[in-house]
T-cell receptor
């Protein structure tokens, strides 16, 4: 079974600074996708960024980027120029490729606090 | 608005009771997923449906059941409720069963069992 581990229960960052959230996963699959979801106090789950395992290039979405290390099974999220609105729980998630039962498997989450 | 609609938003009930949570997926999405988020268990996958058929089952208790109807909306039935069932229940949908399809989440149904 696939597992996703987020080793940092809490992180804090100063506004306008950069922070990196860590995630590791375990799988024997070759076709899979990795995601970061944000859960603000409203509790809504919001997709931040997605990475296809077959792509070597790291995904980027505005201030959010990932460092995908396939061999190390590592998938970290970098948030640049942190803003107060970035304060939230961040969940790393794994999903198998084209097969049945490709639900998202989530890590335990990292609470990010942004200091003004 | 994500396009995934969950009702009710909040529900308070007593132990031993039965409740039904409803989910309408995004227009055009065929897959529906149910997740439970509790403080001690994190986000746990319960069950997935694809175009009316059960596709995958996760850590879903026997007291819980679900179905997806021909109009693609889904219901999660929770019976013989216990205090530990108090949680936020999310529904998510995706266009198909491919891993490339992004899951879009609803706002959740918060269940409190007293």
């Amino acid at each position: 079974a696939q597992t996703v581990t987020q080793s940092q229960p809490e992180m804090s960052v100063q506004e306008a600074e950069t922070v990196t959230l860590s995630c590791t996963y375990d799988t024997s699959e070759s076709d899979y996708y990795l995601f970061w979801y944000k859960q603000p106090p409203s509790r809504q789950m919001i997709l931040v960024i997605r990475q296809e395992a077959y792509k070597q290039q790291n995904a980027t979405e505005n201030r959010f980027s990932v460092n995908f290390q396939k061999a190390a099974k590592s998938f970290s999220l970098k948030i640049s120029d942190s803003q107060l609105g970035d304060a939230a729980m961040y969940f790393c998630a794994y999903r198998r490729g084209n097969s049945a039962g490709n639900m998202l498997t989530f890590g335990g989450g990292t609470r990010l606090m942004v200091k003004p | 608005d994500s396009g995934v609609t969950q009702t009710p938003k909040h529900l308070i009930t007593a132990t031993g009771q039965r409740v039904t949570l409803r989910c309408s997926p995004r227009s055009g999405d065929l897959s529906v997923y149910w997740y439970q988020q509790s403080l001690d268990q994190g986000l746990q996958f319960l069950i997935q449906y694809y175009n009316g058929e059960e596709r995958a089952k996760g850590n879903i208790l026997e007291r819980f059941s679900a179905q997806q109807f021909p109009d693609l909306h889904s219901e999660l039935n929770l019976s013989s409720l216990e205090l530990g069932d108090s949680a936020l229940y999310f529904c998510a949908s995706s266009a198909g069963g491919s891993g490339a399809n992004v899951l879009t989440f609803g706002a959740g149904s918060r269940l409190t069992v007293l």
